[in-house]
C-alpha cells in the first residue's frame, strides 16, 4: 500500500471515530433540549387552569359514579354515564398535557360535592346531582375552558381548552335539559 492510501485510510478511521465519540453528546442534548421543553414552567394561570379543569374533572367523575348506583331517574342515570366517558377522555387529554410540564399528581375530586351525594339516594340524589355537578359543575367548566382557551399561555393547553369548549358547552346544554325535564315531572 502506498504511504498516500494509508494516510487516508488513517484520516478516515479517525474521522469515524470522532463522529461515533460525538453522536452519544448529541443524543444527550437533543435529549435534554426535549427535557427541558417539557419542564418548561407553565405560566399562574395555566397552571390554575390545570389545577381547576382536573378537580372538575375528578368531581364530575366521582359523581357520575355514584349517579349509577343512587339515581333514580333514568335520564339522570343516562346523563352519568354520558358524563364518565366523555370526562374519561378529557381527563387523559389532560393528563398528558400536565406530565409534559412534570406535573404528576393526580387532581382529587372536590370532598364537599362527594361528600354531600355520598349521603343522598333516589329522587334527593337526583336534585343534588343536576344542580351541583351537572348545573353548576358545568356552567364553572365552561367558564374556565372559554378562558384558557382565551387567554391562556401553553399553546397546547389552549388548543386543548378550545378542542373541549365545545363538548362541556353540549354538556351544559344537556344538564339545562335534564334540569328542565325533572322540574316538569
Known amino acids: 500500500m502506498s504511504r498516500s492510501l494509508i494516510s ?25 433540549a ?12 395555566d397552571q390554575q387552569f390545570l389545577q381547576d379543569a382536573g378537580q372538575a374533572g375528578a368531581t364530575e367523575l366521582a359523581a357520575s359514579k355514584l349517579a349509577l348506583t343512587r ?16 370526562h374519561t377522555k378529557l381527563a387523559r387529554n389532560l393528563d ?23 349521603n343522598l339516594q333516589g329522587a334527593e340524589f337526583d336534585k343534588a346531582y343536576i344542580e351541583k355537578v351537572a ?14 382557551s382565551e387567554s391562556g399561555n401553553d399553546t397546547a393547553l389552549k388548543a386543548a381548552a378550545t378542542k373541549a369548549l365545545p363538548v362541556i358547552s353540549h354538556h351544559y346544554e344537556m344538564a339545562q335539559q335534564l334540569a328542565k325535564a325533572k322540574a316538569a315531572s
Open 71 to 86: 339515581a333514580s331517574d333514568r335520564q339522570v342515570w343516562e346523563f352519568a354515564q354520558r358524563m364518565i366517558v366523555d
Open 96 to 118: 398528558v398535557l400536565a406530565k409534559r410540564h412534570g406535573i404528576t399528581a393526580p387532581p382529587a375530586a372536590d370532598s364537599s360535592v362527594i361528600g354531600n351525594l355520598q
Open 34 to 45: 426535549a427535557s427541558a421543553a417539557r419542564n418548561e414552567k407553565l405560566s399562574l394561570i
Open 135 to 148: 348545573l353548576d359543575g358545568h356552567q364553572k367548566a365552561v367558564a374556565l375552558f372559554r378562558k384558557e
Open 8 to 32: 487516508l485510510t488513517r484520516a478516515i478511521a479517525l474521522s469515524l471515530a470522532a463522529v461515533a465519540a460525538a453522536a452519544p453528546a448529541a443524543q444527550a442534548q437533543t435529549e435534554g
